[in-house]
């Protein structure tokens, strides 16, 4: 079955550091997405994106966040600037074209010190 | 804002027993998912429910929307420890201009003792 790939799976940064989460959507698949989920808290939606730009984002998906489709695969996440309240399970997900049933990845927990 | 909230946050049951979990909002979904997510994992869709009223079943799981569409049940008959894991709603925003945005609830731990 086609899944939502997503690296790495646990990553530990100092505050203040860049950071790349990757993901690799069902190929099909044409909406991409970045939810994150803090520990004991809500899954909460970050930005979606969809023919090669932001379609929509959150409160919470400030300058500090950026995300790129920098090939026909990959799609990724970038934290500029980490903060100790970026720490949480990012989760990457997927969707074709006009629908809300997503797929999720896995997710990449980011351990921020 | 549209919220979801969940009850209850915690459930814990032998074996065989039945449950419902619901999920809650004072706004008008136009429709709701449940996802069940195990630890170091992402949510994995159960199932969709669209129209008022509808009720779906996924073998021992049935799952209700409200004639309303501002609230869901999800029943488990004869739970087993194959069940546990962490059971959430979601819905899409409204007035969202871009599909995909889901509004989630904080989630239901559910343990089946063996």
């Known amino acids: 079955e086609p899944e939502v790939t997503q690296t790495p799976s646990h990553q530990v940064t100092q505050m203040g550091q860049e950071v790349i989460l990757r993901c690799v959507p069902i190929?099909?698949?044409?909406?991409f997405y970045w939810y994150r989920q803090i520990l004991g808290q809500k899954v909460e939606f970050l930005v979606s994106f969809y023919n090669n730009e932001i379609s929509e984002k959150s409160e919470i998906f400030d300058d500090q966040f950026s995300v790129e489709r920098p090939d026909g695969s990959n799609f990724t996440l970038k934290i500029r600037s980490t903060k100790l309240e970026d720490s949480a399970m990012y989760f990457c997900a997927s969707s074709v074209r006009g629908a809300n049933v997503l797929t999720f990845g896995a997710g990449s927990r980011l351990t921020v010190l | 804002t549209q919220l979801l909230e969940q009850s209850p946050q915690f459930l814990s049951i032998q074996e065989g027993e039945n449950l419902t979990v619901y999920c809650n909002s004072s706004s008008v979904f136009s429709s709701l998912q449940w996802y069940r997510q195990e630890p170091g994992e992402g949510p994995v869709l159960l199932v969709t429910?669209?129209?008022?009223?509808e009720v779906k079943k996924l073998k021992r799981l049935t799952f209700q929307f409200g004639d309303a569409r501002k609230d869901s049940s999800l029943h488990i008959t004869a739970a087993q420890p194959g069940d546990t894991g962490l059971y959430l709603c979601a819905g899409p925003n409204a007035g969202g201009t871009s599909y995909g945005k889901l509004t989630f609830g904080q989630g239901t731990i559910l343990t089946v003792h063996p």
């Open positions: 190929s099909n698949h044409l909406y």
């Open positions: 429910v669209v129209t008022g009223g």
